[in-house]
Structures are given as C-alpha cells and as structure tokens.
C-alpha cells in the first residue's frame, strides 16, 4: 500500500496520508512528495484550494517516523536526520506562507511533525476526537517544524505549559490555543469535502462550522498563567507544589518526566528575547537544536526509553537541579554556516 496519495480532484489538489496503522507518521519520502505537489499546484490555475487529510480514525498524522533518524544516530551518522529536518522545514514554511487555501482536516493524533503538516494551513479543521500535542520534550525534544511560533502565539503562557509539559489539547483546547481554526463534527466532513473539491469555495467552512464546548485551558489559564511565568522549570515545579486542580498535577508530572535540557531550551526560546515572531524564524531557531541534537541532547535516548524498548525509564544527562545554563546556550546558538538557509524557498 502508498505512503499517501497525491490527486487533483476537481479544484482542489488533495494529499491523503495512508500509513493508517503508523498513525500516519510521516516518512522522508512523503515530505517530499508533498512538498513537490505544492511546488506543481502553486501554477496551476485548475488548482484553487488545497486539502490535506489522512485514513483512519486514531490519527491525522502522529509525528515524524523516527526509526531511521534512530538507527542511523546510534551509528554515529547525523546528516541523514540533518536532511530530513531541513527538508520538512522547507515543507512547513511553504505550508505556511501558500498563496492558495490550504485546508487540513485534523482527526485523531495531530502531533509533532502531524502539527507541522497540518497546523500551518490556513484552514485547520478538528472534530470530536482531536487530539493535538506538541509532546517533544518527553523524548528530549525541543518542540519543532515551526511550532515554537505556535506556541509563542498562544494566550498567556498557553504556549509554555504546552511546549514543556508536552500536554494534549482537545478540539476546544486546540481552537484557544490557536492550532487550530474551526470544528465541524466528523460525520459533516465528507460533504464539506465534496463541497470545496466541487467549488473551491473556502467559505463553506465556517457554514459547516459549530461552536465548540468550554475550553479547559480557557477555564483554568489564569492558573496556568501564574504557575507557567516563572523563570526556570524548577520555579515552575515550585509554583505547581500544593496546586490541587488535576491539569496542573498533571503538568508538575510531566515536568518530573521530561528532559531537562529540552524542557529548558524550550523555556528559554518560548520566553527569552528571541521568542519567534514569524514560521520561519522558528524554523530557524529550532534547527540550531534539532542539528546537534542526536550527538549533544538526550534525543537518542528519549527514542530508546519511548519507542525502541519502551522501557519508560530514560536516563537523561541532566537533572532539572544540575542542568548547565551553558548547555541551553550552546543548544540555541548560532550554526555559522550550518545554519537552516529558507531564503527564497
């Protein structure tokens, strides 16, 4: 069976994803599958509105298939996974900046690079069962593919919560936040489908749109606010000791679980004074952590404990008590000629 399927139907250019079972977890070669469709369609004039969905129920798409970005770290060799990143970047940004509509259908599991697919559209549509996360921290991670701007454009300090604890937002929670855009139930998502392949008519979104319940983070950011505005994870930690409202015990487990040094660095892009105004300066900025990051941060070994063993018991470098400042700082510094070159694309 494909990876996913690239067709023109009517006026729209439609990307399915089809790795069900993988919960649609993105492959080298579907980034840039994807991405040579969004270079054909941009010209075209048949093309006016772009959809990007995916098969099954569990999932929009889950991430990045990271089992060769493994394999090929633990054999001492970065530049595949280098490539891969400047490659889904490339993609991201072109979402991002597209001058036609481009519509995503977010069911399920839209997380990590699911939210650099999908997130980015101008038209991002979730449903009862949406989940979506930024959840890279847990597998020592700085949140990535542009998402740091998401995050940085969140209520508050919506973002921070999210980026560091890794916590998953419902449809309502996602529209709050702003990953996403509209809620039409799923069994209205075939017709509107058939709608903007038949007309192209981007307006037919917000015809098919209703009004979501309450957000929980909504409900409960005036706490989230005061405990997520310290300076450092430990005040955070602090911040959340005696808090007796499930969201938060959940953040302060979280915080205890995740890797400290990612933790920090995405503390420290979120809120220092660089915190990403646009898609591409995140994407800039998050490349400085991703290019070192199977040979200096804990990414390896948050793959082995999740993913490879699943064993849940990662042996990070740091504690949250010992983390260098200097470290965080060599993560998030400059790549000299290294550095991720987005100028024209």
């Given at each position: ?71 090929t770290g633990q054999e001492g060799q970065y530049d595949f996974a280098r490539a891969f990143w400047r490659d889904e970047y490339r ?56 998402g740091t701007y998401l995050l940085a454009q969140a209520p508050g300090k919506i973002g921070t919560y999210l980026g560091v604890t ?180």
């Open positions: 069976m494909t990876e996913l399927t690239i067709t023109t139907e009517g006026q729209a250019g439609r990307i399915t994803l089809q790795r069900p079972k993988a919960l649609n977890a993105l492959t080298y070669d579907m980034i840039l599958q994807i991405e040579a469709a969004l270079i054909k369609w941009q010209t075209d004039p048949d093309v006016t509105v772009i959809l990007i969905d995916a098969e099954g129920d569990r999932a929009f798409c889950a991430g990045g298939d990271i089992s060769k970005l493994y394999k993609m991201n940004l072109r979402i991002s900046d597209y001058p036609k509509p481009v519509v995503s259908f977010l069911q399920g599991f839209t997380m990590g690079g699911g939210v650099g697919l999908g997130c980015h559209a101008s038209h991002r549509i979730v449903c009862e069962n949406s989940r979506i996360a930024m959840p890279e921290c847990g597998i020592g991670l700085l949140p990535d593919v542009g890794g916590a998953q937002m419902s449809a309502q929670d996602a529209l709050f936040a702003g990953f996403a855009d509209h809620f039409v139930a799923i069994d209205q998502w075939e017709q509107l489908k058939a709608k903007l392949i038949e007309t192209g008519d981007v307006s037919a979104i917000s015809a098919a749109a209703q009004s979501p319940a309450p957000s929980d983070l909504q409900k409960h950011q005036a706490e989230i606010d005061a405990a997520f505005s310290a300076d450092s994870i430990a005040d955070i930690l602090q911040a959340l000791e005696n808090t007796e409202i499930p969201l938060l015990q959940k953040a302060q487990k979280a915080l205890q679980k995740n890797a400290p040094l990612a933790m920090a660095c995405t503390l420290a892009t979120l809120n220092g004074p660089t915190s990403p105004q646009s898609v591409k300066q995140a994407l800039e900025q998050e490349f400085r952590f991703v290019h070192r990051a199977l040979e200096h941060s804990d990414f390896l070994e948050g793959i082995r404990a999740a993913i490879i063993d699943r064993d849940g018991a990662p042996n990070w470098k740091h504690t949250i008590a010992t983390l260098p400042s200097q470290d965080v700082t060599f993560m998030l510094g400059s790549l000299g000629n290294e550095a991720l070159d987005l100028t024209g694309d």
